[in-house]
């Protein structure tokens, strides 16, 4: 079975430029989360999708960035100019969630340089 | 929200020792997850265990749930068993809450 698919797995960009991750959530899942990893904050939950809807994007840093999920086998996080602080690796994970219970799969994750 | 605690923070072995790695939580949950975070990155699911006690070869984990925590015990470690163990635990809210690791490093 294909597990979470990230895409790229490696993005260097400079300071102002669009960055787009993508991620394919396990077929199947009905929740989608999207956290940031780095050394000094850890895992951070960024936001997450219930069946495709947003349900808490408190995480999300600013208005910089933005997640769409247009239906239950793709979701995209962007980051709008993106900055250098932004650096981090991102990943999706995916999980089947039925009264609150439902193990949580990660994928590879996309690791964000910004210059 | 939800508290996650893991101890130690940090733990050195020689290769063929046993360790036990902890967490404790602040409420009462409905899923808790290790993982284990190889030197490559990758976020590995390890055991799936809201209570009770499960194996998976030199691996084992018990969670107490009325007690709030959890323990995975790691037998005859290798050099492959080196990186950061996650604890990461759901209680109401949907989202997993997770601790903020143990590293383990173990010598050949």
């Known amino acids: 079975d294909a597990g979470v698919i990230q895409s790229p797995r490696h993005e260097v960009t400079e300071m102002g430029q669009e960055v787009t991750l993508r991620c394919k959530p396990i077929?199947?899942?009905?929740?989608l989360f999207w956290y940031r990893q780095t050394m000094m904050r850890g895992l951070e939950l960024l936001i997450y999708?219930?069946?495709?809807?947003?349900?808490?994007d408190s995480g999300m840093p600013e208005d910089r960035f933005s997640a769409k999920m247009p239906n239950a086998s793709f979701s995209t996080l962007k980051i709008q100019p993106s900055e250098p602080r932004d650096s981090a690796v991102y990943f999706c994970?995916?999980?089947?969630?039925?009264?609150?219970?439902?193990?949580?799969?990660f994928g590879e994750g996309s690791r964000l340089t910004v210059l | 929200g939800i508290q996650v605690e893991q101890s130690p923070p940090d733990l050195i072995l020689q290769e063929g020792a046993n360790s036990t790695l902890r967490c404790n939580f602040s409420d009462s949950v409905n899923n808790l997850q290790w993982f284990h975070q190889n030197p490559w990155g990758q976020l590995i699911n390890l055991f799936y265990i809201p209570s009770g006690t499960k194996q998976n070869g030199r691996l084992s984990a018990t969670t107490v749930a009325t007690e709030r925590y959890s323990l995975l015990y790691i037998s005859s470690s290798q050099t492959t068993d080196s990186g950061v163990y996650f604890c990461a635990v759901r209680g109401s809210a949907r989202q997993l809450t997770f601790g903020s690791g143990t590293q383990l490093t173990v010598l050949p």
């Open positions: 999708f219930n069946n495709n809807v947003p349900i808490d």
């Open positions: 994970a995916s999980s089947r969630i039925a009264r609150n219970t439902g193990e949580l799969f």
């Open positions: 077929s199947g899942h009905n929740s």
